[in-house]
């Protein structure tokens, strides 16, 4: 018997996400599934290709010898090249492990082969074709269906090899069974509420707050502004109310005003609000340079600024603008992680005094001329998946980079050639 399979997922990534599995019987439609993922379980396209691999081990005798094709390497491989390497590990690393188990379990139960053969996707592939048009209208269905996901003792397996295990295995495996235990903070679960309210404002797309905490550490963030992102949504940084409590003595509980502004000095005021000379120009001057691109802008606001590695912009048509978005990631990060060092400085080594529009501009267009080099150093020397390509960093800045109708061909790569964005007058 010969199978297909596929998984569906509308809006993708969003907690609005609808996930569907389709399996195509080749000879026999009767025994075509349709299925709406259930809501427990994480809906995306992986999910829903594991559980139409889990639905087709359940379709033929338990004799019959299947070829199951699928357009998902990462489902295939990881019922068959990975399965003894996960395992081994007790799936401490393995996203969506508990149906990965199942697919493993049900497929193990059977009483003859099974084989699984990889097709390109949307590539014309008749029975390929087939399965997705069952996973579509499976994510559209308004109920779910039920989804047996429970694997019979004689099937389960559990725990990791003593001699598999690894430091950085057993570090996860205790982190995992901590953060169980441990509460969400208030002021982190209402900075992430922040964040992904002002992004669904501003872009439309309901964002989980997995993905919110991902995107810090895209490879279009610098380390250090990843670092503040993650410490600010967490409120770790010593401002504001935290200088007011109650065992804080008159003279430092004095530190949760702003001196300019007379106001409590969150982060909020710190990075959008505060009347110091800094924020305000900061932002003026990151307006100037993305109008040059062409592209909408968005009025600073936490969605924007902190989610800034999950913006959204497309085309008339609908069409993803990957470098434009890569764009407004690096200047709106390395923009909100200059402002918070100006007020650092001006808090800490200048105590309390001002900087000067002139010194503010400076320090703005040499932050982001300064990140441009380092995007030209990483593609030039980087190598793997997650490196920066010479052609991925000249169209993420090329809009914004002045005379760029004058440069060399290799101006990327080329050290000798000196570069910077273009400066407003």
């Known amino acids: 018997m010969t199978l297909a399979t596929d998984g569906s997922c509308l809006y993708n990534g969003e907690r609005r996400a609808k996930a569907g599995a389709g399996v195509f019987v080749e000879g026999d439609q009767r025994l075509n599934k349709s299925y709406r993922l259930p809501e427990e379980i994480t809906q995306s396209n992986q999910t829903g290709e594991l559980i139409a691999a889990i639905l087709a ?38 996203k969506n492990a508990h149906l990965t188990r199942v697919a493993v379990a049900k497929l193990r139960m059977r009483h003859a082969h099974t084989l699984f053969k990889w097709v390109r996707g949307h590539s014309g592939h008749p029975r390929n074709e087939a399965a997705d048009k069952l996973a579509a209208p499976g994510a559209e269905k308004t109920a779910h269906d039920e989804v047996g996901l429970d694997i019979p003792v004689c099937a389960r397996l559990t725990g990791a090899k003593l001699q598999s295990m690894t430091q950085k295995l057993a570090y996860r495996a205790i982190q995992d069974r901590k953060d169980k235990l441990v509460k969400p903070r208030p002021r982190t679960t209402a900075n992430v509420d922040r964040i992904t309210a002002g992004i669904q404002a501003t872009f439309g797309t309901q964002l989980y707050d997995e993905t919110i905490w991902t995107s810090f550490r895209s490879r279009h963030v610098s380390r250090q502004a990843a670092q503040f992102l993650w410490m600010a949504t967490h409120d770790g940084y010593m401002i504001g109310s935290h200088w007011l409590r109650t065992n804080m003595s008159a003279e430092l509980q004095e530190r949760a005003t702003c001196r300019i502004c007379g106001e409590c000095e969150m982060m909020t005021h710190i990075i959008f609000d505060c009347e110091a000379r800094g924020q305000a120009i900061v932002w003026k001057l990151l307006e100037m340079t993305w109008r040059l691109t062409g592209a909408k802008w968005y009025e600073p606001c936490w969605g924007t600024a902190f989610g800034a590695a999950c913006a959204v912009f497309s085309t008339s048509d609908g069409a993803r603008k990957p470098a434009t978005e890569s764009l407004w990631c690096i200047l709106c990060t390395e923009a909100v992680h ?88």
Request: with cysteine; hydrophobic share 35%; charged share 35%.
């Open 57 to 94: 081990t359940e379709i033929p005798d338990g004799r019959a010898r299947v070829i199951m094709e699928t357009d998902s390497r990462t489902t295939m491989d990881s019922v068959t090249k990975w399965t003894q390497r996960h395992e081994d590990s007790g799936y401490i690393l393995q």
């Open 338 to 425: 200059l402002i918070w060092k100006l007020r650092c400085e001006r808090v800490i080594q200048r105590d309390g005094e001002e900087f000067t529009e002139t010194e503010v501009t400076n320090r703005y267009y040499a932050a982001m001329d300064a990140r441009l080099s380092i995007d030209r150093r990483t593609a030039a020397i980087m190598k793997g998946k997650r490196a920066l390509k010479p052609q991925d960093v000249e169209r993420i800045w090329q809009p914004v980079i002045d005379r760029a109708a004058d440069l060399p061909p290799k101006w990327v790569v080329n050290s000798g050639v000196l570069v910077g964005i273009k400066r407003g007058r």
